[in-house]
């Protein structure tokens, strides 16, 4: 069933999330999804080494912790009786990332978590122009970088952006999901 609803637009980013309401208008072009939630996953690597799930980060909650107040928020927002779907920057972090931290943690990914849209692709799919990196598409959309790159919630602005102007002119999709064999889990 097609929205004639405006999306709106919810952030998460690190260990806790930042609840703002971005409404935009479209044009011609009626969205399946009543939210988008912009996830980033931030990892803090030196050079020439692997990037991994972290265990603890100082001063913070571990991360089962952060998944249950993740859940609680959804819940809290009426998210999970809603279509919604996340988006990121890539596959990443959905299909590397936090499958390997669930693993490390002994907690499942939130079935909710396994499938989403990579903003890439969509674009790609609406531009004709795969999006290589958040900072091209931006220049490509003609659109300002907002605060400091590879900063989660910076990111997350600046990927809601890119998302508000395709939605005008392209309907978005799920193009992402974990995968056992060759079937989805949803």
């Not at 400091?148 to 005008?168: P, Q, T």
């Not at 002119?169 to 060759?182: E, M, P, Y």
Request: hydrophobic residues 35%; proline residues 3%.
């Amino acid at each position: 069933m097609h929205r004639n609803m405006t999306t709106s637009y919810r952030y998460w980013s690190n260990a806790h999330p930042f609840v703002s309401r971005r409404r935009i208008q479209k044009e011609n072009i009626c969205q399946k999804f009543d939210y988008f939630l912009i996830v980033d996953f931030e990892a803090t690597c030196e050079k020439s080494t692997t990037i991994n799930p972290q265990e603890v980060l100082a001063g913070q909650p571990h991360f089962e912790k952060c998944m249950d107040l993740f859940h609680e928020w959804m819940v809290k927002e009426c998210l999970l009786s809603t279509k919604f779907a996340f988006i990121t920057c890539g596959d990443w972090d959905f299909k590397v990332m936090l499958p390997a931290q669930c693993r490390l943690s002994g907690i499942p990914v939130p079935h909710y978590m396994k499938q989403w849209i990579n903003i890439k692709k969509t674009f790609g799919e609406a531009t004709g122009i795969y999006g290589h990196g958040l900072m091209k598409m931006l220049r490509m959309l003609n659109l300002k970088h907002i605060g400091r790159h590879h900063s989660g919630i910076d990111d997350c602005r600046n990927i809601a952006n890119i998302v508000k102007e395709l939605a005008r002119v392209h309907q978005f999709t799920i193009n992402g999901g974990l995968t056992q064999g060759n079937r989805t889990h949803i």
